[in-house]
């Protein structure tokens, strides 16, 4: 065959997959799926980098509800090109634009096996690691990223995360500023830039570089929620409860509950019933339950939906209202198994409703009623640890991350207070901390007393018992600690300067008997500690106990 005829032949093959693909194109738009998918296959069997069909394809699958195979389908054009590095981040990016992260990942370490430039390769597997928390390995594709492209700001961005993530604060900063210095335009940088700034307690600038992101980005939710947050650190009460529903819309708060129609406004409630729910965690929960007093008095009726660890105590407390278990199921759109209820809302918006100014928080607020018989045979194994008031103890988040470590403290820092003969130190930590406390006993000879068969994460109401006995708390800002507050223990408890539930104040509003001790990233535990005990013991003395 003649060259002419090979290239007439070559153009009229190409015209062919040209109008396969244009055919796909028209079936997709009248929603007939699975004949464009048919035409899709068709064009990118033959033609294994046409990334628009490989793309539309996937969009109808997905349409279809069958991802899984649009994946394949992938898996299968990659094995046809295996050192085709340009072909293969094509196939990675419409996997990482579908969030099929594990076969993304796949794909673009693969690139990066056929070509270890790749910059887009190095950029995008080093944010899906970000994301993981698997920072020294996202750091180091990062570096080789700058190395390939140093005027990237977007690259300079994802090192801030990256950073941020590892505890690692100066650099993070640093890094951000530098992707400012290349991009002041880019809106994502300000945001990341305002959580790290959150987070080690710099709020006010925060709030500028939040109002800065919503400028470009006006409907971003997850920068609204932020604001909201960041509005309720620096004692801008109700323009942070006026968006602080952006937290679900951005998903993060849970569980998203939308029941259309039924959500409350803040209306009257006389001769209504209203269901409220519990999101978030227990702590949470703890302190927004402190709003269920106005309800039950409001409302013709309150139904309060709880976690099952806290049904008894809740039940115990508000005797009016009726107190039932979460399902985590019924999420309010049309899997309810009976709507007993005229309105409803999670507590977080009955708190935006009910606390809008300093003035609406009672300044002795009703406390939760722990099991009576709990309590007595909680006060007798206190009577058996000897002298001294009985003081909570829980000195670190159950949760442990590198952000989270930089606010936390050790068994190890609290000697002064552990080595005391004149209190009893109690732990209330939230979850199983034995082989730790038995370890500190004997490397710093410290005393710390655990109650027998008492499992502080899963027993509430054994816990309850217990912290109700107690003359005093020491503890990190946690489940715990919120326990005690809402059983009216006098205590003393450290949190994030400027945490959002101090509200802009040197206090907790919700429970004021806790002292706050505001602590930043780089702060002493031991000093922290000593004064924390100081507190404790002045208060103590005052009250006659020491």
């Known amino acids: 065959m003649s060259g002419l005829a090979k290239r007439r032949d070559k153009a009229s093959d190409q015209d062919a997959i040209r109008k396969k693909f244009e055919q796909g194109i028209r079936l997709q738009a009248q929603s007939r799926h699975d004949e464009a998918v048919s035409r899709f296959r068709k064009v990118v069997f033959a033609e294994p980098d046409n990334m ?8 109808s699958l997905t349409k279809l509800a069958r991802p899984g195979e649009a994946f394949r389908l992938i898996e299968e054009i990659a094995a046809q090109t295996p ?11 419409i996997c990482f634009s579908y969030r099929h992260f594990s076969c993304a990942e796949r794909l673009y370490r693969h690139v990066l096996d056929v070509n270890p430039g790749s910059f887009a390769a190095l950029g995008n597997l080093a944010s899906m690691l970000v994301d993981r928390r698997e920072y020294q390995e996202a750091v180091d594709l990062l570096s080789r990223a700058i190395e ?7 690259i300079y961005n994802t090192l801030g995360r990256a950073l941020a993530g590892a505890a690692m604060y100066d650099e993070a900063e640093a890094s951000y500023r530098r992707a400012l210095s290349i991009d002041a335009k880019l809106g994502a940088v300000y945001a990341n830039y305002a959580a790290l700034l959150d987070i080690v307690g710099r709020h006010k600038e925060a709030l500028e570089l939040l109002r800065i992101t919503l400028s470009t980005n006006p409907d971003c939710d997850s920068t609204r929620w932020n604001l909201a947050r960041t509005l309720l650190a620096t004692g801008h009460i109700e323009a942070g409860w006026d968006m602080y529903g952006f937290g679900f819309a951005c998903g993060a708060r849970t569980p998203f509950r939308p029941f ?6 803040g209306e009257d409630l006389a001769e209504k019933t209203i269901m409220v729910w519990k999101e978030q965690g227990i702590g949470d929960d703890l302190y927004f339950s402190t709003c269920y007093h106005d309800l039950i008095e409001e409302a013709g009726h309150v139904i309060i939906e709880t976690d099952p660890r806290l049904v008894p105590l809740y039940k115990r407390t508000w005797p009016k209202a009726t107190v039932r278990a979460e399902t985590g199921t019924a999420t309010g759109l049309g899997n309810c198994d009976t709507v007993d209820f005229d309105v ?11 606390r809008r100014s300093l003035a609406s928080f009672p300044q002795n607020p009703p406390v939760l009623i722990a099991d009576p018989e709990r309590r007595q045979s909680a006060r007798k194994w206190l009577a058996t640890l000897g002298p001294g008031p009985r003081i909570g103890f829980c000195w670190r988040s159950s949760i442990r991350n ?54 502080t994460m899963n027993d509430l109401e054994g816990t309850a018992a217990l912290t109700a006995e107690l003359d005093f708390f020491v503890a990190q800002w946690n489940a715990s600690s919120e326990m005690a507050g809402a ?9 994030p300067a400027g945490n959002p539930v101090m509200l802009g104040t040197d206090r907790i509003p919700w429970h004021p008997c806790l002292r706050p001790f505001p602590v930043k990233p780089g702060f002493d535990p031991a000093m922290l500690a000593k004064a924390m005990t100081d507190d404790a013991v002045d208060r103590l003395r005052t009250a006659g106990k020491i």
């Open 148 to 154: 390939i492209r140093p005027d990237s700001a977007e």
């Open 487 to 495: 059983l009216g223990i006098p205590g003393a408890v450290y949190l």
């Open 260 to 265: 259309p129609g039924l959500l409350w406004q």
């Open 402 to 455: 590198h952000v989270r470590n930089s606010f936390a403290t050790g068994l190890e820092d609290w000697i002064c207070f552990l080595r005391r003969n004149d209190v009893q130190a109690i732990s209330l930590q939230y979850g199983d901390a034995g082989e730790e406390i038995i370890e500190a006993g004997k490397k710093f000879g410290i005393r710390l007393h655990c109650m027998p068969g008492l499992d």
């Open 344 to 354: 409803t809302a999670p507590a977080g918006i009955v708190a935006s409703h009910r």
């Open 52 to 59: 628009a069909a490989l793309n539309a394809a996937c969009q």
């Open 83 to 93: 050192h085709d590095a340009p072909n293969l981040l094509g196939l990675a990016n």
